[in-house]
């Protein structure tokens, strides 16, 4: 099982504001990344370290991250965003990676 | 802009040996501060690490360590894996990735993925 814990499926309304979350222990020491995933296609880096955005990633993402919850949050969620998306970190030892089970984002 | 491109066998026979091969364009696999991993999906599920190389050596999923090798070959810039004793659950697409391994950990470039088949 995994270590990371995502809500398997949220949904929003276009325009509005969503945040999708990652739940684990080794959260309290290390920050998760987050990755977008569309069908047929390879995962995207959509969010990393404490609020980091790759080059060509809008500002309508950000991620937090308080105990053991990292969030990612999209203000002003757009049509395509609809995809999955992952979150990814350290596990408890430190020494491994492992991913969330992934969260399906609809968009009404 | 550093390209990563899966190659190998698509189709894998149960019990054998499935060998990939993760060729990196546009950077140099020998650059420090960064991690070569393998991280495959199942058909329909998540994502899951399989283990990475970086200047230190290799690391690997515990849940897969026993059936795993990761190596590199930095004279052609690329990187490989070998995952012995398949099963059908060993059926995925593959991707190779570029991760950022400082105490936290990133994927910045990732392959376009291979589908492995392990079937008679």
């Known amino acids: 099982s995994s270590e990371l814990t995502q809500d398997p499926a949220v949904s929003v309304a276009l325009g509005q504001t969503v945040r999708i979350t990652c739940q684990g222990d080794?959260?309290?020491?290390?920050?998760a990344s987050w990755y977008q995933q569309k069908p047929g296609q390879a995962p995207v880096l959509v969010i990393y370290?404490?609020?980091n955005w790759p080059s060509g990633i809008p500002d309508r993402f950000s991620g937090s991250s308080s105990g053991n919850t990292a969030s990612l949050t999209i203000t002003g969620a757009q049509a395509e965003d609809e995809a999955d998306y992952y979150c990814?970190?350290?596990?408890?030892?430190?020494?491994?990676?492992?991913f969330g089970g992934g969260t399906k984002l609809t968009v009404l | 802009q550093l390209q990563l491109q899966e190659s190998g066998s698509g189709l894998v026979k149960p019990s054998q040996t499935l060998s990939l091969t993760c060729a990196v364009s546009?950077?140099?696999?020998?650059?420090?501060?960064?991690?070569w991993s393998w991280i495959r999906q199942p058909p329909g599920k998540g994502l899951e690490w399989i283990g990475y190389?970086?200047?230190?050596?290799?690391t690997y999923n515990p849940s897969l360590k026993s059936r795993v090798t990761i190596s590199v070959d930095r004279s052609k810039n690329q990187f490989s894996l070998k995952l012995s004793s398949v099963t059908a659950a060993d059926t995925a697409v593959y991707y190779c990735?570029?991760?950022?391994?400082?105490?936290?950990?990133?994927?910045?470039?990732w392959g376009q993925g291979t589908l492995v088949t392990v079937s008679s």
């Open positions: 990735a570029r991760g950022y391994s400082g105490y936290d950990h990133y994927f910045d470039f």
């Open positions: 546009g950077g140099s696999i020998s650059s420090g501060g960064y991690s």
């Open positions: 190389i970086y200047h230190g050596g290799s």
């Open positions: 080794s959260l309290r020491n290390y920050y």
């Open positions: 370290g404490k609020n």
């Open positions: 990814n970190s350290r596990d408890s030892s430190g020494n491994h990676l492992v």
